[in-house]
């Protein structure tokens, strides 16, 4: 794609140049400038067609690769086995104000801060099954890109689109101190790339009024976990 475009831009100047130079072999100086001036707005328009169409594209590129990318965990399965209310993550007590370059990134960060700090905070462990044949290419997930969102919550491809989708139900809550469990040790992950099953362990603040989450991983939505009740192990 990034090569067309090279090649509309050299075509552009060369039949910009071409036009101009003819214009002033075969017209008048005047009729020549006219032409010349004429051709140059010719190429701008057809330009910012193409600039626009290329735009476009790339924006569908990156939705289907995105979509390629969550594939690998479409009609994913979770086992719980615990929730338990936590306090919120140590992070969360650090001062970083001082931090911004300005009062109004300042202010967003301390009313997100005051958001997360008022927050009702599970630590939840459960295992999640990718299925065992996932569509695409990619093999592996990365946990770096799970979010828990509203149980109700649209996939994010199509929350776009849906004008009844406010603010609150489209909401994600990122996942803190996150810990693979391993033998039945909870380890600091080296790397966010995994393959197969895995089991987790982290930390996440919710609405008081939030009773059930999803995973979302890109445009997939997987498993169910409800809140506050402790589950009894079992895929859902």
């Not at 017209?27 to 600039?51: C, E, H, N």
């Not at 990156?62 to 990318?69: D, F, I, Q, R």
């Not at 994010?156 to 391993?182: C, G, K, N, R």
């Amino acid at each position: 794609m990034c090569r067309q475009f090279l090649q509309y831009l050299l075509a552009a100047l060369f039949v910009f140049l071409v036009a101009t130079v003819a214009a002033f072999v075969y017209l008048p100086w005047w009729q020549a400038l006219l032409a010349s001036g004429l051709t140059f707005l010719l190429v701008i328009v057809a330009g910012k067609l193409l600039i626009q169409s290329f735009l476009a594209n790339i924006g569908e590129l990156a939705k289907e690769l995105l979509t390629m990318n969550g594939k690998v965990l479409r009609g994913a399965t979770i086992e719980v086995h615990t929730i338990e209310p936590t306090d919120p993550p140590a992070a969360l007590s650090q001062d970083l104000t001082g931090e911004f370059d300005n009062d109004q990134d300042r202010r967003e960060f301390e009313q997100e801060l005051e958001r997360l700090r008022s927050a009702k905070w599970y630590r939840i462990e459960t295992t999640i099954f990718p299925q065992l044949r996932s569509e695409g290419t990619m093999t592996h997930w990365d946990i770096d890109d799970l979010r828990l969102v509203r149980s109700t919550a649209k996939p994010s491809a199509f929350a776009e689109t849906e004008p009844d989708q406010d603010a609150a139900e489209a909401e994600e809550f990122e996942l803190y101190d996150l810990e693979i469990v391993m033998n039945g040790t909870c380890e600091t992950p080296e790397t966010s790339k995994f393959y197969g099953p895995q089991r987790l362990r982290f930390k996440v603040g919710v609405p008081e009024s939030v009773s059930e989450l999803t995973f979302r991983y890109f445009f997939e939505q997987f498993g169910l976990i409800r809140l506050p009740e402790r589950l009894l192990p079992g895929r859902r």
